[in-house]
């Protein structure tokens, strides 16, 4: 016989008096997919808009890249056009030809010293030649120079009366010879 149950009922081996539990299907809790939705659609936005703006500032870069090269051209082609101006400035001809519009005169003979072999003069050296009194030009050699007055040139230079196409003629006078220092001596 079995204890503590009345006729008829029967006692599981294992469940010694204890209540039953049964298991009926019902409501579920909200709680399940929502939230991981959510967060997938907010992880999927911002990949998107981190994307946008990686996008932008790689366009950016670009678009200063090619200001640069633009620029950089441009300044090259300035640099190899000044370039070629002092080149055709600097040649032997041209150069010449400013030296007679400044007034200049080829120099007489030259001479050298060969300072390794004791000394020695090479050539001869003579004064420049230039029996014609010097025409100063009127283009300014230096601009952006104030010119000195006729009378404070060196040498006593004083200009005469104009000549054709706005140049002065002028004669150079040579200085007197400077007087000596008081001593008797040089002057340090």
Known sequence: MVAGGGAGSAVLPGQGGRARITVRPGRRPVRGRTPFAVLVVVLLAAGLLGLLALNTALNEGSFELSRLQRQTTVLTDEQQGLQHQI??????????????????????????????????????????????????????PWP?????????????????????????????????????APGGGAGR
């Open 144 to 180: 952006g120079r104030p010119q000195p007055s006729p009378s404070a040139q060196p040498g006593g230079a004083a200009p005469t009366a104009p000549a054709s196409g706005g140049d002065t003629t002028v004669r150079v006078n040579p200085a007197p010879p400077a007087a000596p």
């Open 87 to 140: 080149d055709q400035n600097s040649a032997p001809d041209a150069l010449a030809r400013r030296a007679a519009e400044l007034g200049m005169v080829p120099a007489g003979g030259m001479a050298f010293l060969d300072v390794p072999n004791g000394g020695k003069v090479l050539g001869s050296p003579g004064a420049a030649q230039d029996n014609q009194p010097v025409k100063r030009s009127t283009a300014e």
